[in-house]
């Protein structure tokens, strides 16, 4: 065998202490230690590398304006997920930050507390209720909470072209109390795009596509780090599977049915309907790794 062994510290030491910027250094020096040591290990072949390039330039090729093939290659392999985790290992007690996913495209529509979200798309209405909290536990007034969704049939409104967009997407402002609530749809699993090089790493290693059931959230009010998060829905058959790894028990909600009258009356629904309640709850701006 003819490997180099001063191969990999010659080109680690190709970055100029000197000019190099320290954190790209500290960035530099493991990933070309990994690389390399990945490369001796699985004994890497020519044709190999070659395979791996071209996955690689068709994964940037695929990436446009309202597509993004390299944060999908990132979530399908849990590395979206591992950073988030360590973003929040960095400031605890707040809800788990998860991947924000390629359909948060248009701004949702501002909405009043209580407006039906699904603007008419079929399903049965239910009630999402929620609060917005610090991590001690005091409500969160005046926060901005957007809220976007796919259909009961797994659809998101851009992906409906000849529906109307903001369908299944509502931006509420917190009350006093840290409240909102909204009607919607229960929505369903879907398949994360795979037409591209992703889906034919899926295909190539046995994975489906699918995501559970979920509702996306993200929080911003002053003074908090910004949350994205998800409501991932109680009995959804991915949970346990999901192919960006988002699904926490942590995040999953039940919709159960609710009798209450005067909330029925007070969102246009009758009872019983289908409820799920969620706390988002925020950590210091400062706390958060930038
Ligand atoms: C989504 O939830 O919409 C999603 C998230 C990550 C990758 C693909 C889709
Ligand atoms: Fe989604």
């Given amino acids: 065998m003819t490997d180099d062994s001063d191969l990999t510290a010659r ?3 190709s970055f100029d202490p000197e000019r190099t910027d320290p954190r790209l250094r500290e960035l530099l ?26 996955f690689l330039t068709r994964t940037g090729q695929a990436c446009d304006d309202l597509r993004q093939e390299f944060v999908l290659l990132s979530d399908v392999l849990g590395l979206s997920m591992l950073v988030e985790q360590l973003e929040a290992d960095a400031a605890p007690g707040g809800t788990p930050q998860t991947v924000l996913g390629p359909f948060h495209l248009v701004e ?30 005091e409500p969160v007034a005046g926060a901005l909470v957007d809220a976007w969704q796919s259909d009961t049939d797994g659809n998101y409104d851009v992906q ?18 840290g409240s909102f609530r909204f009607v919607t749809v229960v929505p369903s699993d879907y398949p994360i795009p795979t037409d591209g090089p992703v889906g034919e790493l899926l295909a190539a290693t046995g994975r489906h596509p699918n995501r559970p059931a979920h509702i996306h959230f993200q929080v911003v009010a002053p003074g908090f780090a910004l949350l994205t ?22 995040l999953v909600e039940e919709f159960v049915p609710d009798d209450d009258a005067e909330q029925a ?7 019983p309907f289908p409820h799920a309640r969620i706390e988002l709850v925020l950590t210091p701006e400062h706390a958060r790794a930038s």
């Fill in 265 to 271: 009356a007070r969102n246009g629904l009758s009872t």
């Fill in 160 to 177: 409906r072209e000849s529906d109307e967009i903001g369908q299944g997407r509502g931006l509420f402002t917190t009350g006093d109390d």
């Fill in 29 to 54: 020096v493991p990933l070309v230690q990994h690389l390399h040591d990945y490369a001796r290990e699985v004994r890497l072949t020519h044709a190999e590398w070659e395979q791996m390039i071209d």
């Fill in 108 to 137: 949702s529509p501002p909405r009043e507390q209580g407006d039906d979200i699904s603007a008419g798309v079929p399903g049965e209405r239910a009630l999402v209720t929620g609060r917005v909290l610090s991590v001690t536990g």
């Fill in 229 to 250: 998060t998800h409501l991932f829905v109680a009995g959804s058959v991915y949970l346990d599977s999901d192919a960006v790894f988002a699904a926490t028990p942590d």
């Fill in 11 to 13: 080109v680690q030491d």
